[in-house]
């Protein structure tokens, strides 16, 4: 078999023959075929040159990186509330408040065992259960490392930001493939430092919130600061956190090593 894509495969034997076992049937333990992604293409410049014996001549290469996709969270809890779940957190999309600061703790153990290695992060996808489509003003996405493996009730400083738009319209359909974001600029992950990840914007009227598919975490994943006020993206003081999260995605491109032959 030549499978494309990782396959689980297993093999059924059944007697055909006349006697007493006619028609018996054992099948064999599963056996899971896994296919991993090829490099992209690598290109050389220049790609010809004629050059005198005993010249240098500096060769470029580019290209080559393998694109990762990793999944955080399968569960189906929804925005926390004691009231209905549009009015309430964690909730990136939507402005129930006229603004809010999201940070998500991601543990280095959890992005390796989703299948990451040190690499570029280069877009996040949220699991959108019931869109709501309010334009967000001045919409940011920022990641940065940190030491922490729980967040608490001050959120972090000094990220970097990696998407920022003046007005962002979250889809109008759920899922994944609809809610991704994709960074202007990559996060440059060492493959060894746990990461936040941090959304933020600021309306100047409220409206209600989007609803998350999210998944229990062993400890506090997700601080949110949410008021009616034009300072909450430079807030430092969370009003809830949870040890929840949002279920997400993360695509990114392994960094290369070459190799040059001769």
Sequence with gaps: VTPSA???????????????????????????????????????????????????????????????????GTGILVNVASSTTSTAYPAPFGNYYQGARHQFLFTAAELAAAGLSAGNLTSLAFAVLTPNTTALSNFTVSVGTTSLTALTSTLSGGLTT?????????????????????????FAWNGTSNIIVETCFNNSSYAANAVFNQTATAFVSSAVYRADATTVCSGTTATYTYSQRPNMRFTSNVTNVWSWSP
């Design 6 to 72: 990782t396959t689980t495969y297993s093999v059924v034997a059944t007697d055909s023959t006349a006697g007493a076992n006619a028609g018996c049937v054992i099948a064999s333990a599963p056996m899971t075929v896994t296919v991993k992604p090829v490099p992209g293409a690598v290109t050389v410049a220049p790609s010809a040159v004629t050059s005198c014996y005993g010249a240098a001549q500096t060769l470029t290469a580019s290209g080559g990186s393998i694109a990762q996709s990793a999944t955080f």
């Design 162 to 186: 990696v998407y920022s738009a003046a007005s962002y319209t979250p889809s109008a359909t759920g899922g994944y493939a609809n809610n991704t974001i994709t960074f202007a600029t990559p």
